[in-house]
T-cell receptor
Framework: NAGVTQTPKFQVLKTGQSMTLQCAQD?????MYWYRQDPGMGLRLIYY???????DKGEVPNGYNVSRLNKREFSLRLESAAPSQTSVYFC??????????????FGPGTRLTVL | GIQVEQSPPDLILQEGANSTLRCNFS?????LQWFHQNPWGQLINLFY???GTKQNGRLSATTVATERYSLLYISSSQTTDSGVYFC????????FGTGTLLAVQP
């Protein structure tokens, strides 16, 4: 039982390049999330998926797209990376409690630098 | 949107000391969680506590939903307790506070 896994762990991009961050969970959770964490700040929600086949914008969705590929996998895509997207990206999953989020379990994070 | 404030912003303790971290939130919530981010960046869920009191070893948490605050107690602190403690609340999506940076010195 690996929990939540993310790839890659580190990535350096040039401005304008694209990339996809991968996330998978093996806990049979319905809900999955992408957050970014900037220095000295808490986590901010980018996108989430309450269940397979659905995705919704979070607090800071601009510049990102997501795909809920199946129940296990939720990917985050940067189409044209910008220096402002330099951050640590965390994926999380949880069981839903109706409209509420249950305990969230986090992956190890991806440290992204955009030059 | 809902505001989450944590205090103190940072804290230095000697090993063995006790501490209390506070989380205030600006609106009623139906979910409150405490997380620990260790110095290597890993986020660990400590408590799911929208109301009431829970204990897990040396850690305990109390949420008074009617007064819109939660407290995290750390007793007999250890160096491994160092890191950032986040409070996160939601009505439907989690909103994180900016955290309390804790350093426990041997």
């Amino acid at each position: 039982n690996a929990g939540v896994t993310q790839t890659p762990k580190f990535q350096v991009l040039k401005t304008g390049q694209s990339m996809t961050l991968q996330c998978a969970q093996d806990m049979n959770h319905n809900s999955m999330y992408w957050y970014r964490q900037d220095p000295g700040m808490g986590l901010r929600l980018i996108y989430y998926s309450a269940s397979e086949g659905t995705t919704d914008k979070g607090e800071v969705p601009n510049g990102y797209n997501v795909s809920r590929l199946n129940k296990r996998e939720f990917s985050l895509r940067l189409e044209s990376a910008a220096p402002s997207q330099t951050s640590v990206y965390f994926c999380a999953s949880s069981r839903p409690r109706g409209l509420n989020t249950d305990t969230q379990y986090f992956g190890p994070g991806t440290r992204l630098t955009v030059l | 949107g809902i505001q989450v404030e944590q205090s103190p912003p940072d804290l230095i303790l000697q090993e063995g000391a006790n501490s209390t971290l506070r989380c205030n939130f600006s609106d009623s919530v139906n979910n409150l969680q405490w997380f620990h981010q260790n110095p290597w960046g890993q986020l660990i869920n400590l408590f799911y506590i929208p109301s009431g009191t829970k204990q897990n070893g040396r850690l305990s948490a109390t949420t008074v939903a009617t007064e819109r605050y939660s407290l995290l107690y750390i007793s007999s602190s250890q160096t491994t307790d160092s890191g950032v403690y986040f409070c996160a609340v939601s009505q439907n999506k989690l909103i994180f506070g900016t955290g309390t940076l804790l350093a426990v010195q041997p």
